[in-house]
């Protein structure tokens, strides 16, 4: 629904911006295209690599390696399986959710949750493109030792340990 | 040539799923599958995300930008960041082109961090998903401990990079295109 509506925006707003400047939406479009063509080498090749690896990754595999019993070391594995794949929102929302049903800890799933949307290990290369090494290796750390403070304090609100 | 050159990394990946299927089938058609769909969300997100910046970077002048992301722009500046970070839809390398404009445009670099930060975990359409899916208690959880999160790594992150590093990736987006 969201992605519609990013749609819909595009296009209400690229009517109105012929109408008031044909030049300068031709220029905009073209600005499009060129950032577009400059990052779809990339795009096409993390799709790939994303099938490869949520094939790898199941639902099964997952829940294995992360149970609640698992402690510390569950909650490290769940913070590196979230920094390396890259599951969209709305399967990894569901997802989640049927592995704590099947015994998952809230820890490890806080972990999971957390470096699976700021840590990027499979976008790396696009990101070093934009800001460079260091920033782009300093971010991802960062993010990732941020991630154990969420999962311990979901841990400690949500899952009451 | 050059085309082989910029299409590497894929070719690769087509590759590896190749060698998947023949070793075990299933296991690779189930990743030719996935990287399927992740192709079509990839189509309906990406697409208006370019036009619409492209739109952004003729229509409005750089002053606009500076005047409420730059440098002095203060506390407005990063509300702004974070709600127009949250606002967003789509994997976090679409926020990366989206940041490269602001910065062209003379964002503050925390601003744009912040923007990061916001896009990559706080997006309002999935906050809203991970309620329904995980339990208002666990979104909400998170999402307060995400957003002093987001701006206390954009000012580590800000401080951590040395100015003359922070001017050559300004630079560096400059000439992008």
Request: hydrophobic letters at 55%; one cysteine or more; a positive charge.
């Given at each position: 629904?969201?992605n519609?509506?990013?749609?819909?925006?595009?296009?209400?707003?690229?009517?109105?911006?012929?109408?008031?400047?044909?030049?300068?939406?031709?220029?905009?479009?073209k600005?499009?295209?060129?950032?577009?063509?400059?990052?779809?080498?990339?795009?096409?090749?993390i799709?790939?690599?994303?099938?490869?690896?949520?094939?790898?990754?199941?639902?099964?595999?997952?829940?294995?390696i992360?149970?609640?019993?698992?402690?510390?070391?569950?909650?490290?594995l769940?913070?590196i399986?979230?920094?390396?794949?890259?599951?969209?929102?709305?399967?990894?929302?569901?997802?989640?959710?049927?592995?704590l049903?099947?015994?998952?800890?809230?820890?490890?799933?806080?972990?999971f949750i957390?470096?699976?949307?700021?840590?990027?290990?499979?976008?790396?290369?696009?990101?070093?493109?934009?800001?460079?090494?260091?920033?782009?290796?300093?971010?991802?750390?960062?993010?990732?030792?941020?991630?154990?403070?969420?999962?311990?304090?979901?841990?400690?609100?949500?899952?009451?340990? | 040539?050059?085309?082989?050159?910029?299409?590497?990394?894929?070719?690769?990946?087509?590759?590896?799923?190749?060698?998947?299927?023949?070793?075990?089938?299933?296991?690779?058609?189930?990743?030719?599958?996935?990287?399927?769909?992740?192709?079509?969300?990839?189509?309906?997100?990406?697409?208006?995300?370019?036009?619409?910046?492209?739109?952004?970077?003729?229509?409005?002048?750089?002053?606009?930008?500076?005047?409420?992301?730059?440098?002095?722009?203060?506390?407005?500046g990063?509300?702004?960041?974070?709600?127009?970070?949250?606002a967003?839809?789509?994997?976090?390398?679409?926020?990366?082109?989206?940041?490269?404009?602001?910065?062209?445009?003379?964002?503050?670099?925390?601003?744009?961090?912040?923007?990061?930060?916001?896009?990559?975990?706080?997006?309002?359409?999935?906050?809203?998903?991970?309620?329904?899916?995980?339990?208002?208690?666990?979104?909400?959880?998170?999402?307060?401990?995400?957003?002093?999160?987001?701006?206390?790594?954009?000012?580590?992150?800000?401080?951590?990079?040395?100015?003359?590093e922070?001017?050559k990736?300004?630079?560096?987006?400059?000439?992008?295109?």
């Amino acid at each position: 629904m969201g992605n519609y509506l990013f749609y819909a925006v595009m296009i209400i707003l690229l009517i109105i911006s012929f109408l008031k400047d044909k030049q300068k939406t031709k220029k905009a479009l073209k600005k499009a295209w060129k950032s577009f063509d400059n990052i779809l080498p990339q795009i096409l090749g993390i799709t790939m690599l994303v099938g490869i690896l949520l094939a790898v990754f199941n639902t099964e595999f997952v829940s294995s390696i992360i149970g609640e019993e698992s402690g510390w070391f569950g909650i490290i594995l769940s913070a590196i399986v979230g920094a390396i794949t890259l599951i969209p929102g709305f399967v990894a929302f569901p997802m989640s959710d049927m592995l704590l049903k099947n015994g998952a800890g809230y820890m490890q799933i806080g972990a999971f949750i957390s470096t699976l949307m700021m840590v990027g290990i499979v976008t790396i290369p696009v990101e070093i493109k934009y800001f460079g090494k260091k920033l782009t290796v300093a971010r991802n750390i960062l993010a990732f030792i941020f991630s154990f403070l969420v999962a311990y304090i979901i841990g400690k609100v949500v899952g009451g340990i | 040539m050059n085309l082989i050159k910029k299409y590497r990394f894929f070719l690769i990946t087509i590759c590896v799923i190749v060698i998947t299927i023949l070793i075990d089938k299933n296991m690779g058609l189930k990743a030719l599958s996935v990287a399927g769909d992740s192709f079509k969300q990839m189509i309906l997100v990406i697409p208006p995300i370019f036009i619409l910046l492209g739109l952004l970077d003729t229509w409005v002048p750089r002053e606009t930008m500076v005047k409420y992301m730059g440098e002095g722009s203060g506390i407005k500046g990063i509300i702004l960041s974070i709600i127009l970070g949250s606002a967003a839809a789509g994997p976090l390398y679409g926020a990366f082109p989206v940041a490269a404009v602001f910065m062209k445009k003379g964002a503050k670099f925390s601003n744009v961090l912040i923007f990061i930060g916001a896009w990559s975990t706080t997006k309002i359409p999935m906050f809203l998903f991970e309620i329904s899916a995980l339990g208002a208690k666990f979104a909400i959880t998170r999402l307060l401990v995400d957003i002093p999160g987001i701006i206390i790594i954009a000012h580590v992150l800000s401080r951590l990079i040395s100015k003359e590093e922070i001017i050559k990736i300004y630079k560096k987006i400059e000439n992008m295109d």
